[in-house]
């Protein structure tokens, strides 16, 4: 079995969806066998059933006898009838490690009886699996993970919400309505709410509970037919899940210490050991990581890590995420992103050093992984990726964007700090740091190697070594072809405050710049403002020749691996770096990618034309268009900057394919400024090849301040217009031209 993105079931049926599998009428239940290929790593993504009048509903109708395991079923958004759950409606056959996350919403009838996370009706045997499924009913037997239940189910868990109507019945965080089955070693931690019969763990019980809990402190109001109450704070610790295969014990070893359930002492409820993969892709599985710091981890979806803050039943309940390896276990092994995004990451530890999603990284290498909107907290050595790199530790085609805040220092976008030996390439930062000393975009501290990357975020200071990329930057480091550009600042003159470097002590730059305008800085501490090491103007960081000719007083040697002219085939160019020829700063094409998921990915569809694209979550341009700090330097509000660099231009066209998979862009800002370009657009010109469909453009502005006597042709999406297109949808976008006298 493959990964599945199910995202298009939204659009069948005349909105009805996927048609579930199997069906208690007729005697048509599925008989066979479902599985993943080993291990939870396999996925159906986004699964859409919108069937509110029909029975027996979920991803199968009715499981007569069958078996599914080992795969994962997220995001689902399900409504249907009684007898209905993401997984199954009816089952008879045998769950074992699926796990489910989403909503499940019911018809608001009463009437409506037998529906959970999971399954609704349920008389088989379930262990080892998972439902994070806000559940929402009006009907009887409402439950988290199983809405009835006659079967048997062990190790298994529900953090979802379950909210009844005022005319539920039965209604539980995990069951319903638990008759004549049994639970063994069970949990649910989400908050439940209902008309009748509601309970923490069950709504109603005749059947059999063994060492199976629930949190009060989320329902303190309540009670359980059955079932231990434990506070918040007692679901952290080991000890009190006793009689569990629990640990834990955290393994410096390729694979988890042995134990059905893992947990991290006072800082997450238990998880599944089943649930840890090597091939990670969910919030848990990242969480999980963890338990295993010697293993080699490669990435395979996006992950949005939301609940770490957002969700008090999920297993961090809001307190936040806690950093892969530490100073007693530091990380070793290897994490691979596959250009593949974790977005909105947690983390809250203001008195803790080390901090981010790794802690330590003690000779591991990660590549390739995109982090988007961080929102972490810690103490001294905390940076985006990571918190220090160590003992021969790379990272490397790593992008974060967020913020990063401390009462202390030794802060960075990617990295708190990097040791001698140690190494960022091809990487870039977007992070407003906050804190005291030794503060960069890249890393507040560099004894290592930093080449071919570039940071725009905010830098503020209270203290010392202060720079728009490095703070301080040891005799050991090295700065090459890089850039920074966002502001440096820590209220007060200091020579330790400069535009790329805070302190330069005695370390090597070479063909490294700032932005003297957006920066607020004339100087960079070391730069003698010779060719290697000066500051540049924004207009002068958005000329090519600046980076590549030696003549122009920026670069030596050779310049950089940077072009500005696009591919027209479905490859990339072979640069480092690529550029809009005076209309935005340098991109690492490292960062390009078909799968996109972020506003400088989705700027590179224009370096190479001929490729096949897909949106993977809805991106938003309107930071981006109003930070001239950032690759576009723009200010929409001031009119300032050209805004979005168009797509194709004759003879170089878009010749591929965008799919917005339903997906929105929003606050797309295009300004025309001169009138020597007749075809204006996202996309300026377009072959008959081309194909965008899928696409929901809002908040689009495209401004022609060209003075051209002349009206152009201009579109908020393709100004030239002869590709396919098809679902487009376009609302509170403005066309703004201004005719010339």
Not at 116 to 121: M, P
Not at 583 to 605: A, H, K, M
């Amino acid at each position: 079995m493959a990964n599945i993105d199910a995202t298009p079931t939204s659009l069948w049926n005349n909105g009805e969806g996927f048609v579930p599998i199997g069906t208690t009428v007729g005697g048509e239940q599925f008989t066979g066998s479902f599985k993943g290929n080993g291990g939870v790593s396999n996925t159906i993504s986004n699964l859409y059933i919108n069937r509110p009048n029909q029975d027996s509903v979920g991803l199968f109708g009715s499981i007569a006898g069958g078996t599914t395991q080992n795969f994962e079923i997220l995001n689902a958004n399900i409504t249907g009838g009684s007898h209905s759950g993401v997984l199954t409606g009816w089952d008879s056959g045998t769950v074992t490690n699926v796990d489910a996350t989403g909503t499940f919403t019911a018809n608001a009838s009463n009437s409506n009886v037998s529906m959970g996370g999971l399954a609704g009706f349920f008389s088989g045997t379930m262990s080892d699996s998972y439902a994070g499924v806000n559940v929402n009913s009006n009907g009887e037997y409402v439950g988290g993970l199983i809405g009835f239940n006659s079967g048997t189910v062990s190790n298994s868990y529900s953090t979802g919400n379950v909210t009844g109507g005022t005319g539920s019945n039965f209604v539980g965080g995990l069951i319903g309505d638990l008759s004549s089955g049994s639970i063994t070693d069970t949990y649910s931690s989400g908050v439940v709410s209902g008309g009748s019969n509601v309970g923490g763990l069950l709504g109603g019980n005749t059947g059999t509970v063994t060492a199976s809990y629930w949190d009060q402190t989320l329902n303190s109001s309540l009670s359980s037919a059955g079932g231990t109450a434990l506070t918040t704070a007692q679901m952290m610790g080991e000890a009190n899940f006793s009689g569990w295969s629990i640990t834990n014990v955290i393994s410096t070893g390729t694979t988890p210490t042995a134990g059905t359930w893992l947990i991290f002492e006072g800082s997450t409820r238990p998880m599944l050991s089943a649930e840890w993969s090597d091939f990670p892709n969910t919030p848990h599985q990242i969480q999980l990581m963890g338990m295993a710091l010697g293993a080699t981890y490669s990435l395979t979806g996006n992950v949005d890590m939301s609940n770490t803050q957002n969700s008090p039943g999920d297993v961090w309940a809001g307190k936040g995420f806690l950093p892969i390896g530490n100073l007693t276990s530091p990380f070793t092994g290897g994490f691979v992103g596959n250009n593949d995004a974790i977005q909105n990451l947690y983390i809250n530890l203001p008195s803790s050093n080390f901090v981010g999603l790794f802690g330590i990284d003690s000779g591991g290498a990660i590549g390739h992984v995109e982090l988007n909107n961080v929102n972490i907290t810690g103490f001294a050595g905390t940076g985006g990726l990571v918190g220090i790199l160590e003992n021969g530790a790379t990272a490397t085609f790593t992008n974060v964007t967020g913020s990063i805040t401390s009462s202390s220092g030794f802060l960075g976008g990617i990295a708190g700090q990097v040791e001698s030996g140690n190494s960022v390439t091809n990487s870039s930062a977007d992070v407003t740091i906050s804190g005291t000393s030794d503060l960069g975009g890249i890393a507040g501290e560099n004894g290592g190697t930093i080449s071919n990357s570039f940071s725009t975020g905010s830098i503020t200071g209270s203290g010392t070594n202060i720079g728009g990329l490095v703070g301080l930057l040891d005799n050991t480091g090295s700065i090459t072809d890089s850039y920074s550009s966002g502001s440096v600042n820590n209220g007060v003159s200091s020579s330790t405050v400069g535009g790329l470097i805070g302190t330069d002590n005695s370390g090597t730059v070479t063909n490294s710049f700032w932005d003297t305008t957006t920066s607020g800085q004339a100087t960079s501490s070391g730069s003698s403002g010779l060719a290697g090491y000066k500051g540049m103007s924004t207009a002068a960081m958005m000329t090519l020749a600046n980076f590549t000719n030696t003549g122009n007083g920026f670069v030596t040697g050779s310049g950089w691996s940077i072009t500005s002219t696009p591919s027209t085939s479905s490859s990339d160019p072979s640069n480092t770096w690529f550029m809009f020829n005076g209309s935005t700063r340098p991109i690492l094409l490292g960062e390009w990618s078909t799968d996109v998921t972020n506003p400088y990915q989705l700027q590179l569809v224009g370096s190479t034309l001929g490729a096949s694209y897909t949106l993977g979550n809805n991106i938003s341009l309107t930071s981006g268009m109003n930070n001239t700090a950032d690759i576009w330097g723009t200010n929409q509000g001031l009119n300032s900057g050209l805004g979005f660099a168009p797509i194709g231009e004759t003879p170089n066209s878009f010749s591929g394919v965008l799919n917005g998979n339903n997906n929105t862009i929003s606050g797309l800002y295009l300004n025309k400024i001169t009138s020597l370009a007749d075809n204006f657009g996202m996309f300026n010109t377009t072959s008959s090849t081309a194909l965008i469909e899928n696409l929901n453009l809002t908040g689009a502005v495209l401004q022609d301040s060209s003075n051209s006597p002349t009206i152009a042709q201009i579109g908020l999406l393709v100004g030239n217009n002869s590709p396919r297109s098809r679902e487009i949808k376009i609302g509170e976008g403005s066309l703004l031209h201004h005719m010339g006298i």
